[in-house]
Structures are given as structure tokens and as C-alpha cells.
């Protein structure tokens, strides 16, 4: 009887951690247009890492980053970055970085790389980044979550399949092209987070 119930309740932990999972907010961040933009000829910045230190090419502006910050507080999401900085800088290093720039939610996760099939094929930088967010939504077996990226995700996704629906994108740019700023994004996202 007693071996009966410990795995009743093993088994009730499990169905709460995987609704748990599910129910988390996630945002997959990119770097350049969302956070960085316009202070590429601004200097190097250099970053002390315990007993190493580590440079980054350029500095990211600080009116997005607390948009950022603002954003997971008030919808207590993490990050998955899904920026090309993930080819650049080890896990251990992006955290340093948007510790750095105020942005203290916690990040999970880098989205990566696809198999051979995407080597081969060179499908858009768009559609792999669209595909390798969703590959991670799959595997986690996320429900709530969306994208901050220059990049037109939205017109990839409805290409998905499954089909994810295009409204989960956040267009973002800086002051290029017409996506705006994420310091004027921050309802949107609370919101669609919220959905």
C-alpha cells in the first residue's frame, strides 16, 4: 500500500511540474534591433567575468533593456535567447551581459542550431530562426510565450507546422525600418503574454 501511494504521488508531482512547464511565460529575445541599435560606432564595452574578462562589440541601449527588465517583471517570464550573440558568447557570458544591462530574468535557454537538413537546404535566416523557436516551443512543450525580434517572424510562422499563430511576434527594430522601439512595445507584449 505504501509503495502504491508513493508512486501516486510521484505521479501527481509529475502532471504539476509538466503543467507547471507548460504555463511558463517565455520570450524569446533577440539582440540587435530589440536591444542594441544604432551604437554600433560607440566603442567596445568589456565585461569582468569572475577571473576573466570578455568584450562585446558594441553597447546596447539602456531604454530598451529596462523596457526588457519591465516586461518579465510584470509577467514573471523568462528568456530563451534566440539572437545570433548565442554563436558568440558562451551561455555563461550572455547572462553576464544582461546582468550587466539591468535585465535580471532569468535565462533558461539559447534556442540552436538544426539539423543537417537546415545546413544543406540554407533555408532564410527569417525561416531558421522562426523554425529553431519553434523546435524549442515543441520541445519544452511551452503554451505561453512570444518572440522580440527585428527580424519579420510573424510572415514564418504561419509556414510552421504545426502552424503557430502569427500574432506571437513582436516586430522590433529600433529607430530602422518599421517596427519600432521595444520601450513602445512594452504593452503589447504584456499583453500577449497575458492571453
Same mark, same amino acid.
Given at each position: 500500500? =505504501?509503495?502504491?501511494?508513493g508512486?501516486?504521488?510521484?505521479? !501527481? $508531482?509529475?502532471?504539476?511540474?509538466?503543467?507547471?512547464?507548460?504555463?511558463?511565460?517565455?520570450?524569446? /529575445?533577440?539582440?540587435?534591433?530589440?536591444?542594441?541599435?544604432?551604437?554600433?560606432g560607440? =566603442?567596445?564595452?568589456?565585461l569582468?567575468?569572475?577571473t576573466?574578462?570578455?568584450?562585446?562589440?558594441?553597447?546596447w541601449?539602456?531604454e530598451?533593456c529596462?523596457?526588457?527588465?519591465?516586461?518579465?517583471?510584470?509577467?514573471?517570464?523568462?528568456?530563451?535567447?534566440?539572437?545570433?550573440?548565442?554563436?558568440?558568447? !558562451?551561455? %555563461?557570458?550572455?547572462?553576464r %551581459?544582461?546582468? $550587466? $544591462?539591468?535585465?535580471t530574468?532569468?535565462?533558461?535557454?539559447i534556442?540552436?542550431h538544426?539539423?543537417?537538413w537546415m545546413?544543406m537546404s540554407?533555408? =532564410?535566416?527569417?525561416w531558421?530562426?522562426?523554425?529553431? %523557436?519553434?523546435k524549442w516551443?515543441k520541445d519544452n512543450k511551452? !503554451?505561453n510565450?512570444i !518572440? %522580440?525580434?527585428?527580424?519579420r517572424?510573424?510572415?514564418?510562422?504561419?509556414?510552421?507546422?504545426?502552424?503557430?499563430p502569427?500574432?506571437?511576434?513582436?516586430?522590433?527594430?529600433?529607430?530602422?525600418?518599421? =517596427?519600432g522601439?521595444?520601450?513602445?512595445? /512594452?504593452?503589447?507584449?504584456?499583453?500577449?503574454l497575458?492571453?
Open positions: 500500500m =505504501g509503495y502504491l501511494f508512486k501516486v504521488q510521484k505521479i !501527481s $508531482y509529475i502532471c504539476k511540474y509538466k503543467k507547471l512547464v507548460m504555463r511558463r511565460k517565455i520570450i524569446f /529575445i533577440d539582440v540587435d534591433g530589440p536591444l542594441a541599435w544604432g551604437t554600433w560607440d =566603442g567596445r564595452v568589456t569582468n567575468e569572475s576573466k574578462t570578455f568584450t562585446i562589440p558594441y553597447p541601449v539602456e530598451d529596462q523596457a526588457l527588465e519591465k516586461i518579465c517583471n510584470e509577467t514573471n517570464a523568462s528568456l530563451v535567447v534566440s539572437s545570433d550573440w548565442r554563436k558568440h558568447f !558562451s551561455f %555563461i557570458q550572455l547572462k %551581459i544582461f546582468m $550587466y $544591462y539591468g535585465i530574468a532569468p535565462i533558461v535557454d534556442t540552436t538544426q539539423d543537417l545546413k540554407r533555408p =532564410g535566416a527569417e531558421e530562426r522562426a523554425a529553431e %523557436i519553434t516551443v511551452v !503554451s510565450w !518572440s %522580440i525580434d527585428d527580424m517572424l510573424a510572415e514564418q510562422y504561419k509556414w510552421m507546422k504545426p502552424k503557430v502569427m500574432w506571437r511576434h513582436v516586430q522590433v527594430d529600433g529607430d530602422f525600418g518599421q =517596427g522601439r521595444l520601450r513602445d512595445k /512594452i504593452e503589447e507584449c504584456i499583453n500577449k497575458n492571453r
